[in-house]
């Protein structure tokens, strides 16, 4: 199985195209909610450092790496203290993805290539990732003339919230929430555009796969525990399973599969990797917050700054 949970275009995704929209039958989940003022507070005073941040540093000054999560637990909200000092010792804040920029949610709303269209709908695919999402308890009807990977990804941002996971908690928001109310410049790693091209694929194959995988995923229950496993990990800070991450992903099987984490992580990190460096060597003190993912192994971001020149050093977890 694929390991897609690393998009922030997806975590915001329904919440962009179903505000309200969610329905409220006995079988769906609780709706996300906002602790209140008291609840904040102790969180505040209590949340532990989750995730995984690295101090990054050249040419006199400091940035940061953080590795986030895409959907979370309600309790996760704030990060912890050694994280948001972090945040207020940087002086901008990159995500992979500003979810607030004008294009975002007219460019995720593209309708499908025609020729596509017409053979997920003969195909059967369209309905089933229609009747996934209807399970989901969001009406497959909001999204009746977007592209079917695109749904499908919005179908696996929703899948875990029977185990308390939402993409309405995803780590990335908060953190851009963090940069509005911080008044942080935001800046977008990726546009828009890549990810939407990455979740149909660059051909036929390749977003017939996408949809295939999900559905299989999602029906089975599958999905949802390697979704609950990577929280964990996450929630632990588990630097050694991250790094190891291709021992457990069951995202590696076929040929078509390593192809698609090939361009999912190895090539984004890349361009990341050079965005980072360019916006530091600028004067810039960044926060960067990715997937965690983007940020495991020898092709990892902070093994491209380290081959960059960076001095790169591990503060959550400590070592």
């Given amino acids: 199985m694929r390991s897609h949970r690393l998009f922030q275009s997806v975590a915001g995704l329904v919440l962009l195209f179903c505000t309200g929209a969610f329905a409220q039958a006995p079988r769906c989940p609780a709706p996300a909610s906002v602790p209140d003022k008291a609840r904040m507070a102790q969180m505040f005073r209590t949340a532990p450092d989750r995730g995984f941040l690295w101090q990054v540093t050249k040419d006199g000054h400091s940035s940061w790496l953080y590795g986030t999560l895409h959907v979370a637990k309600q309790d996760w909200l704030l990060p912890g203290p050694l994280t948001r000092a972090a945040i207020l010792h940087s002086s901008k804040i990159a995500l992979e993805l500003d979810l607030n920029a004008p294009d975002t949610a007219t460019t995720l709303r593209q309708p499908e290539d025609p020729a596509r269209w017409a053979h997920l709908v003969q195909s059967g695919r369209k309905a089933k990732v229609d009747a996934l999402m209807d399970q989901q308890c969001v009406p497959s ?3 009746a003339h977007v592209a079917v990977g695109v749904e499908a990804a ?18 990335d928001g908060v953190l851009q929430g963090m940069a509005g109310s911080l008044k942080k410049p935001l800046i977008g790693l990726e546009t828009v555009r890549m990810q939407r091209d990455l979740l149909i694929g660059p051909d036929q194959a390749d977003e017939d796969a996408f949809i295939d995988d999900i559905v299989k995923g999602v029906a089975s229950g599958k999905m949802q525990a390697e979704n609950q ?21 069951d995202c590696l099987n076929t040929a078509q599969e390593r192809r698609f984490m090939t361009r999912l ?27 965690s993912l983007h940020m495991a192994g020898p092709k990892g971001l902070p093994a491209l700054l380290r081959k960059d020149g960076f001095e790169v050093r591990q503060i959550v977890p400590a070592l």
């Fill in 141 to 143: 009807a909001a999204f």
């Fill in 154 to 171: 919005g179908v696996e941002s929703l899948a875990s919230r029977q185990d308390g996971y939402y993409p309405d908690y995803a780590v």
């Fill in 229 to 249: 496993r990577l929280a964990e990990m996450w929630a632990l800070s588990d630097v050694k399973r991250l790094d190891h991450y291709q021992d457990w992903c």
């Fill in 265 to 291: 992580l190895d090539d984004r990190n890349v361009g990341m990797a050079q965005k980072i460096e360019t916006l530091h060597e600028s004067g810039t003190s960044l926060f960067a917050a990715v997937g």
